[in-house]
C-alpha cells in the first residue's frame, strides 16, 4: 500500500493505533481483530498521554504501549521522527488514530503516505475540531454520524473512506447522542480497517476514495 493507494491488499499488516484518552475505539478495534473483523494484527498502542485510560485498556488486552513524552522536544516535527524511529523498529505499515488529540505534521504524514486512518464523530467535511459531537448538536442538524478517513497534510480532510449517518432524535441529549456515536463508532471503524486493508483502491485527484476491485 504506497503512493497513490494500496497496489496489493496488505493483509498482514502490523498496526498500531494512537491515543491520548478513553480509549474505546482502540479496545473495541483490538477485540473486533482478535475475531477476525480485518486482517492483519494491532500489535502497538501509542499515546502522548501517561494518564490515558487507554493505557489501562491496553494492559487488560496485552498490547504493548509505547509512549513517547512529546515535552522535552523542541518542536513538533523533533517528536515525530523519535515516533517515526520507533515504529519502523515496530515495523508498523497501518497507523489507527482513536482520539489521539495530537495533530500530525506533514513530515511524518509523508512518512506514511495513505496509511494513516482516523476517525471523526462527524459526518465531514461538517463539524471538524475536537468537539464535533457537541457541536453537531447545538446547531441542531437532524442527522449526523461518523467518518472515517485517510489522513492528509489537512485536519480532518483527507479520502473519505466510510461514512454512517444517525438520526438525531427529539429525546436526544448531549449524552445519548455521544453514546449513540460512540456505539456507531465502534462498528465502523473496523469495518473501514477491513476495506482499506483488504480491498484494492486508489485516490483520484487527492480527494475520492475509490474502489478498484
Ligand atoms: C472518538 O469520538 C473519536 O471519533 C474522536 O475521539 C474520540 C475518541 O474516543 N477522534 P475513545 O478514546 O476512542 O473512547
Given at each position: 500500500?504506497?503512493?497513490?493507494g494500496?497496489?496489493?491488499p496488505?493483509?498482514?499488516?502490523r498496526?498500531?493505533?494512537?491515543?491520548?484518552?478513553?480509549?474505546?475505539?482502540?479496545e473495541?478495534?483490538?477485540?473486533?481483530?482478535?475475531?477476525?473483523a480485518?486482517?492483519?494484527?494491532?500489535?502497538?498502542?501509542?499515546?502522548?498521554?501517561?494518564?490515558?485510560?487507554?493505557?489501562?485498556?491496553?494492559?487488560?488486552?496485552?498490547i504493548?504501549?509505547l509512549y513517547?513524552?512529546?515535552?522535552?522536544?523542541?518542536?513538533?516535527?523533533?517528536?515525530?521522527?523519535?515516533?517515526?524511529?520507533?515504529l519502523r523498529?515496530?515495523?508498523?505499515?497501518?497507523i489507527?488514530?482513536?482520539?489521539?488529540m495530537?495533530?500530525?505534521?506533514?513530515?511524518?504524514?509523508r512518512?506514511?503516505?495513505?496509511?494513516?486512518?482516523?476517525?471523526h464523530?462527524?459526518?465531514?467535511?461538517?463539524?471538524?475540531?475536537?468537539?464535533?459531537?457537541?457541536?453537531a448538536?447545538?446547531?441542531?442538524?437532524?442527522?449526523t454520524g461518523?467518518?472515517?478517513?485517510i489522513?492528509n497534510?489537512g485536519?480532518?480532510?483527507?479520502?473519505?473512506?466510510?461514512q454512517?449517518?444517525l438520526?438525531?432524535?427529539?429525546?436526544?441529549?448531549?449524552?445519548?447522542?455521544?453514546a449513540?456515536?460512540h456505539?456507531?463508532?465502534?462498528?465502523?471503524?473496523?469495518e473501514?480497517?477491513?476495506?482499506?486493508?483488504?480491498?484494492?483502491?486508489?485516490?483520484?485527484?487527492?480527494r475520492?476514495?475509490?474502489?478498484?476491485?
Amino acid at each position: 500500500m504506497a503512493g497513490k493507494g494500496n497496489t496489493r491488499p496488505l493483509t498482514d499488516a502490523r498496526i498500531a493505533v494512537f491515543c491520548s484518552g478513553n480509549g474505546s475505539n482502540f479496545e473495541a478495534l483490538v477485540r473486533k481483530n482478535r475475531r477476525s473483523a480485518f486482517p492483519g494484527c494491532i500489535v502497538l498502542m501509542v499515546v502522548d498521554n501517561p494518564r490515558a485510560y487507554a493505557i489501562e485498556r491496553a494492559r487488560r488486552l496485552g498490547i504493548p504501549v509505547l509512549y513517547v513524552d512529546p515535552s522535552p522536544y523542541e518542536n513538533k516535527q523533533a517528536y515525530e521522527k523519535v515516533l517515526y524511529e520507533e515504529l519502523r523498529v515496530w515495523k508498523i505499515e497501518l497507523i489507527l488514530l482513536a482520539g489521539f488529540m495530537r495533530i500530525l505534521s506533514p513530515f511524518f504524514v509523508r512518512k506514511y503516505k495513505n496509511r494513516i486512518l482516523n476517525i471523526h464523530p462527524s459526518l465531514l467535511p461538517s463539524f471538524k475540531g475536537a468537539s464535533a459531537i457537541r457541536d453537531a448538536f447545538e446547531y441542531g442538524v437532524k442527522v449526523t454520524g461518523v467518518t472515517v478517513h485517510i489522513v492528509n497534510e489537512g485536519v480532518d480532510e483527507g479520502p473519505i473512506v466510510l461514512q454512517r449517518a444517525l438520526k438525531i432524535s427529539e429525546d436526544d441529549n448531549l449524552d445519548s447522542l455521544e453514546a449513540r456515536i460512540h456505539r456507531l463508532e465502534h462498528r465502523i471503524y473496523a469495518e473501514a480497517v477491513n476495506i482499506v486493508l483488504s480491498r484494492s483502491w486508489k485516490i483520484v485527484k487527492g480527494r475520492k476514495f475509490v474502489l478498484c476491485d
